[in-house]
């Protein structure tokens, strides 16, 4: 069964990239096997978990050993408006006994327990490898435990060896797909209802977007699965347009829901002042095209006009400060090219952006902005990076925890820009809090301190 799953998810006409590949290579799927330790990267679990977890009034159930809840508690900072059950890890912490005689009992006993002391909306059970090998059959006890104490239960089968953790976000997708998208009724619905897909709350990056659809009257009826509520899941089949963030996360959410509920969607983003415009438009023509009133376009231009002045306004109170600043951008995807017009509006110069994980359409669209002589990184290493620093090639760089490094060892700023960041750059005011995250890191006042010699480096007598 998680066979078939599986090959349904490598196997989706909604990505190009996959349609593009002959019958074999789609069997293979997206990622290739992972290698001893490549878990550390990411395991189909922990892709499914991140994208479950900010479900935030459900109690998340690892069934396994407690290294893999160790491994996969709390690794994003997604934001909660209400319960915070979600921060709470849950696991069945098998032993060896589970392992010899199977762990199906003491997972059904773990339920129970959750249920009995937290009283969650729903509990969510994770399978793992080790549990996936012994054969415990988390669907079936999922739904012993649903009929016996009235409650959802759902299994999320992704155990950690079938792949890396982009193949558990969609898995967590299909678990959504078959136990709760459409099992539960909204008391009522308008013509402005949409979902977002594929947008985790991040630092309350949903928040920074949402007093803008409020202002149009377009109402989240639920975000997949940032400051998500069961509820909201079970419902959110009612909706009139579904926007998907992170196509490569939840694409097969979004498509099935077009073909199951006639729901459209499409991809956009929030990062960015020409993204967050364009999505808005979206947004609109989608909700027009389904029934709400046309009078919403004037709306939703008169605030883009509003909100872009306002942004680019705020943004040119840095320019001074940051004029010539090179910056060195190394992360992937849409923030490869969307955060560029921000930091040239601000002055700054991009000297470059990585592309290993960028799509034909992203390195089209930096060529857009960036002219063509841009400089697309492919592979940047570390030591490469490294090397521009001592260099002197770049001032700051942006880019994910993980290559902070090439950075700080040469004393130069750093501004953390992927997911385990502590600030939100979501919608116009998410790039006004970049460009300023930027100019704090630049002028912090350590680094002319710690690029001073030592005194014992500039010949003083030590006292
Ligand atoms: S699910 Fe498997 S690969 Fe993932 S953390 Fe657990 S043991 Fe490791």
Known sequence: MLQNKIQDVFNEPGCSKNQSKSDKERKKGCTKALQPGGAAGGCAFDGAKIALQPITDVAHLVHGPIACEGNSWDNRGSKSSGSQLYRTGFTTDINELDVVYGGEK?????????LDKYDPSAVFVYQTCVTAMIGDDIESVCKAASQKFAKPIIPVNAPGFVGAKNLGNKLAGEALLDYVIGTEEPE???????????????????????????????????????????????QSHRARANMMVCSKSMINIARKMEERYQIPFFEGSFYGISDTTESLREITRLLIQQGAPAELHDRTEALIAREEARAWQRIAEYTHRLRGKR?????????????????????????????KKSTREDKER??????????????????????????????????????????????????????????????????????????????????????????????????
């Open 106 to 114: 003491h997972l059904f006993k773990s339920i129970k327990e959750v």
């Open 188 to 234: 009522y619905s308008t013509p402005y209802d949409i979902n977002i897909i594929g947008e985790y709350n991040l630092s309350g990056e949903l928040w920074q977007v949402k007093p803008l659809l409020d202002h149009l009257g377009i109402r989240v009826t639920c975000c997949i699965s940032g400051d998500a509520k069961y509820h909201d899941v079970a």
């Open 327 to 355: 910056v060195l951008l190394f992360t992937g995807g849409v923030k490869s090219w969307s955060v560029v017009s921000a930091l040239q509006e601000g002055g700054m110069e991009v000297v470059g952006t990585s592309v």
């Open 366 to 463: 930096i060529k857009e902005i960036m002219g063509q002589d841009a400089h697309m990184l492919d592979d940047l290493t570390p030591r490469e990076m490294y090397k521009m620093f001592q260099e002197a090639r770049a001032d700051v760089l942006l880019s994910g925890g993980r290559s902070q490094f090439a950075a700080l060892k040469n004393k130069m700023p750093w501004v953390d820009i992927n997911q385990e960041r502590h600030q939100a750059y979501n919608g116009y005011e998410g790039m006004v809090n970049l460009v300023k995250q930027i100019d704090l890191a630049l002028y912090n006042p350590m680094w002319a301190l710690l690029r001073k010699p030592a005194p014992w480096d500039m010949g003083e007598a030590r006292t």
